[in-house]
């Protein structure tokens, strides 16, 4: 019921003559997934992996909401709110805990309507914050997406709220609830302050960047302190030719002796041509990843800066292509040169059903090798039909 109030509240909304300092928008989305489990699903009672075949449902509401109080102050709240519901629901005991424990920072900004057999219903302001600018000054509190990050995949510079490559349903990427100070040097040059909130120090992240351009490439340098580490690091945004060349990395150096320093670089190249076909390639090295493990971590590791992918070494490439003005497909690939060979494959189809609405096709099929040779523990595809407002 309040997700039906939320959207009837929207779509009244937009069809008033509102004030012109203020605005709303979102989407809604139903995405059904089907999952294949061969020897990879954890049945909770006998405490083994078993194979299985779920089917899984999400419906997915978003406000942003938009307020410029005056000139130089704006306030922006967006609300987040996902109903759950399928096999995998049920077969997870604490499910509707672990959805409510994703995503949020300092404060806890969400709320589990709903957590019962097969049914999960949750809210979350993912964005709160005030924006004060005047000149050349910018400066944000609250819970706001402090991007750091430039490459397209992985983003070692992302220190303050890291994000995954598999989790697409999200496109708005996690926010931290910080203080961000930016000050505009120059029409391509800025420095900036961001400190995220914290009750011990060992939980605090502070942390400074210079941005300036060189030549045809623009540069950014990091440093700080983040969770118990020291963070040095930098990365660049320009063409090699004809083609984009981006590439970041980070260095962490523990304060503790126990701890183990980590270094994360990633570099990326993409070029579409004349035809439109569009091609992305790029290279991740963590030093935090693993060598041997399954690939089923790809969908549970822990994820941070420090480890942006659950292997040593990844391999990226996508190509993609639009067909028809209405119809865009393509597939990407990351194939991590380590122990069991662990490759990941993503098809993707959007098809843009009518003026709002889009219809999207999405695989996630994992690979590793095996005493018996390649195999597929993981299978998932998902249909998702979304209309924006």
């Known amino acids: 019921m309040i997700l039906i109030g939320l959207l009837a509240f929207s779509l009244f909304g937009q069809g008033q003559d509102s004030p012109k300092n203020w605005s709303l928008s979102g989407y809604v989305k139903n995405m059904q997934t089907l999952l294949f ?80 057999n097969a049914w999960v219903v949750q809210s979350m302001i993912d964005r709160l914050y005030l924006e004060y600018f005047k000149g050349n000054w910018e400066v944000r509190l609250g819970r706001q997406r402090i991007n750091w990050g430039i490459s397209t995949v992985w983003n070692p510079n992302d220190i303050f709220n890291a994000f995954s490559f598999t989790d697409f349903d999200y496109e708005e990427r996690p926010g931290s609830d910080a203080l961000r100070v930016k000050y505009y040097t120059g029409f391509a040059s800025s420095v900036e302050l961001a400190v995220r909130m ?23 340098i990091l440093g700080g302190y983040d969770r118990n580490y020291l963070a040095m690091g930098g990365g660049w945004a320009g063409n090699l030719g004809d083609a984009g060349l981006k590439g970041e990395f980070t260095y962490f150096l523990p304060l503790d002796k126990e701890q183990e320093d980590a270094f994360a670089a990633t570099v990326g190249i993409d070029y579409s041509f004349e035809n439109s076909l569009y091609l992305n390639g790029g290279y991740l090295y963590n030093s935090a990843g693993s060598t041997s493990a399954s690939v089923t971590n790809l969908f549970n590791f822990e994820l941070s800066a420090r480890n942006l992918y659950p292997y040593r070494h990844a391999i990226f490439a996508q190509f993609s292509y639009p067909f028809t ?49 390649y195999a597929s523990p993981i299978q998932a595809f998902f249909l998702r039909l979304k209309y924006s407002f």
């Open 37 to 116: 489990f061969n020897d990879a699903f954890p049945d909770f009672q006998q405490g083994m992996l078993v194979d299985t075949f779920l089917q899984d449902n999400l419906i997915h509401n978003r406000l942003n909401f938009r307020w410029m109080i005056n000139d130089e102050l704006k306030l922006r709240t967006d609300l987040r709110t996902r109903v759950f519901y399928g096999d995998l629901v049920r077969a997870n005991p604490n499910y509707g805990d672990a959805i409510d424990n994703v995503n949020n920072d300092y404060f806890d900004l969400s709320v589990v309507l709903l957590d019962e």
């Open 198 to 220: 914290f009750d011990h120090f060992d939980e605090a992240t502070i942390a400074g960047m210079w941005k300036f351009n060189k030549g045809s490439y623009d540069i950014q």
């Open 325 to 373: 003005p209405l119809l865009n497909g393509g597939v990407a690939f990351i194939y991590s040169p380590v122990e069991i060979h662990a490759l990941f494959a993503n098809p993707t189809l959007t098809l843009s059903v009518a003026e709002n609405w889009d219809l999207d096709f999405v695989g996630q099929v994992t690979f590793d090798k095996e005493e018996r040779g």
